[in-house]
């Protein structure tokens, strides 16, 4: 027992040396005997570089197909230097900016050159993990030849469906981007996330002084830990209560957009754009995977190209070793806290007593862990209400265990259906906030208010559509649907009248009904209030048969 203790006495001095939030849990001895202490948990920081899919744009913007000549800013004349795709000494594809350089040698991604000036020489690099990840050091990028005068980073935080803008790059922030320039230091607690331009990275100061730009995530932190990030209690106790400071150092993609080439420090001399062109030689981003403080290790998985059976991260080759038989690798949350879920953003099945919540910083130094609980009832059976209730209760007459005030709109003894009204979200998990769907039908269009499973509501005769808000054709809307009275095929307006919205025919005034085809002249009526007295058909062929017998008897 005693060695235990010091054993764990001296497991918890080495986590406080190795960083905080270091352990998940450990075994302490109390007086009922040994129990797990579980704690709030992340993942080292690791050099990102070598997780990313790098991916360049334009395609044919990398130099070397057709080889290329090109120069320096330094030294324009002297352009001896070539690139060529087709020979391993003198090509320079984009995995350069990842590998690990040895022997002081530097390997670089470079692009063609300029020759389309005016035309602008663009360029992206999208670099993605599948991941989420959260930042923990300044980002840098090295340039040979010159850093770009305009450049922008950007950012993704859903796998590349949308992207944001992270920091402007331009030696003149104001005619690039319209921008004030600012730097990381003239930041303030309040607007430390903000967007800005900066001009320190991309002025001139010859090629080899200053080869880097950077991402300043260590001044960012440093606003709330101190300069030398002596006081990190502070800034997680920030990262928990200000809104958005976590989510501005996370990130699944990053992208950088170039946009104008090093031009030496003066305009752009149209007599030798050979020595225009960007070239990096490595790209670092030290990072974290964002594991929600479930988790302190994540590995990565790789995946065989043809079987696609995991094989062991034993094979810790780069991913762009060739000799290394794969195609793809994931990071992935080793999660615990009874979570999973690539960001261990769930409760695992069976550990929904209620909702999931990410780990916490507070209360320094171990935080909380927020575990999920295996889902059991007060009395002890066994009742899983799917995170949607955390209160059972048992039924005497029925000898059941039922989960009551079902939340999320859920219903049912494990809170496993949708209420009346609600349907079953197809894309979310059961114990998902989101797994039921207001049916939305429409109150006059449809019979009640409850829908199908893919949300399809019952229509009244007339109604369709999934929300019962449209009519079939022949039918028009006006607080529900409607036979048609008139329209242009069937049941056209007589005798000059027009069909108005389907609902009625307006006549014009010598005629009536449905569809105007009555005549307001009817026998014995003053149509017109002429003064003429009005003979009706019969009248008429009274007269005229009158006139004929008489026009015969005087004939003979
Ligand atoms: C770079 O990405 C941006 C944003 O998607 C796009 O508008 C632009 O056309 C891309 N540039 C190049 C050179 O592919
Ligand atoms: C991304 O990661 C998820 C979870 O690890 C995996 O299921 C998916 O296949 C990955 N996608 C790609 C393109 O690697
Ligand atoms: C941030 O706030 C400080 C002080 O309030 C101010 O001086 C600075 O200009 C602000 N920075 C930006 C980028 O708005
Ligand atoms: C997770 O569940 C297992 C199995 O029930 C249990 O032994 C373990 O203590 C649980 N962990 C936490 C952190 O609750
Ligand atoms: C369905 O569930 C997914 C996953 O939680 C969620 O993103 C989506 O918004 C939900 N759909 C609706 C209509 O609520
Ligand atoms: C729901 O109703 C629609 C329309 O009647 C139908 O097409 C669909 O198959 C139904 N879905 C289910 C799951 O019953
Ligand atoms: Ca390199």
Known sequence: MLLQAVLLLLLRCLASTLGQYDLCKSLVSTDEGSVW????????????????????????ITCGN????????????????????????????????????RNGLITYWQTVTWRRHPEPLLANITMSWN????????????????????????????????????????????????????????????????????????????????KNVKFEVKARFAVFAGPRLQNMDNLYTRM??????????????LRLRLLRPALGGTYV????????FYAISNIEIPARCKCNLHASQCLLKYFYAISNIEIPARCKCNLHAS????????????????????????????????????????PPPNG???????????????????????????IDYLNIVTCVSCKHNTRGQNCQHCRLGYFRNASAELDDENVCIECNCNQLGSVHDRCNNTGFCQCKDGAMGAKCDDCLPGFYWKQGCYPNVCDEEMLLCQNGGTCYLNQKCICPPEFKGVLCQHSRCEAGKDCNGASSPHL?????????????????????
């Not at 950007?154 to 402007?168: E, L, V």
């Not at 928990?240 to 993609?253: A, C, I, V, Y």
């Not at 609980?373 to 209760?393: V, W």
Request: net charge negative; aromatic share 8%; glycine share 4%.
């Open 37 to 60: 202490e579980h704690y709030a948990c992340q993942p080292s920081p690791v050099s990102m570089k070598d997780y990313m899919r790098i991916k360049v744009d334009p395609p044919g």
């Open 66 to 101: 057709p080889p290329e000549r090109f120069c320096t800013l330094e030294n324009p004349y002297l352009c001896s230097d070539e690139c060529d795709a087709s020979n391993p000494d003198l090509a320079h594809p984009p995995q350069l900016m990842q590998d690990r350089e």
């Open 131 to 210: 991941k989420s990840l959260e930042l923990t050091d300044d980002i840098q990028i090295t340039f040979e030849y010159g850093r770009p005068t305009i450049m922008v980073m950007d950012k993704s935080m859903d796998h590349g469906r949308s992207w944001q803008p992270y920091q402007f790059y331009a030696d003149d922030c104001l005619d690039a981007f319209n921008m004030q320039p600012k730097r990381v230091r003239d930041l303030s607690p309040a607007n430390l996330t903000r967007v800005i331009c900066t001009e320190q990275y991309s002025r001139w100061v010859g090629s080899k002084n200053d």
């Open 240 to 253: 928990e209560s200000m809104k958005g400071l976590r989510d501005f150092f996370t990130f699944t993609n």
């Open 269 to 276: 001399q149209r007599d030798n754009l050979l020595k225009y």
């Open 323 to 362: 000799q290394c038989l794969l195609i793809d690798g994931n990071l992935q949350c080793q999660c615990e806290h009874n979570t999973t879920g690539q960001d261990c953003q769930r409760c695992k099945k069976g550990f929904k007593a209620k909702s999931w919540k990410a780990g916490s910083y507070l």
């Open 368 to 394: 909380t862990p927020n575990t999920c609980t295996i889902a059991g009832s007060p009395s002890g059976s066994n009742c899983e209400c799917n995170g949607h209730s955390n209160r059972c209760s048992y």
């Open 536 to 556: 009706s058909t019969a009248t008429l062929l009274l007269c005229t048969l009158l006139t004929f017998s008489l026009a015969t008897i005087t004939h003979h």
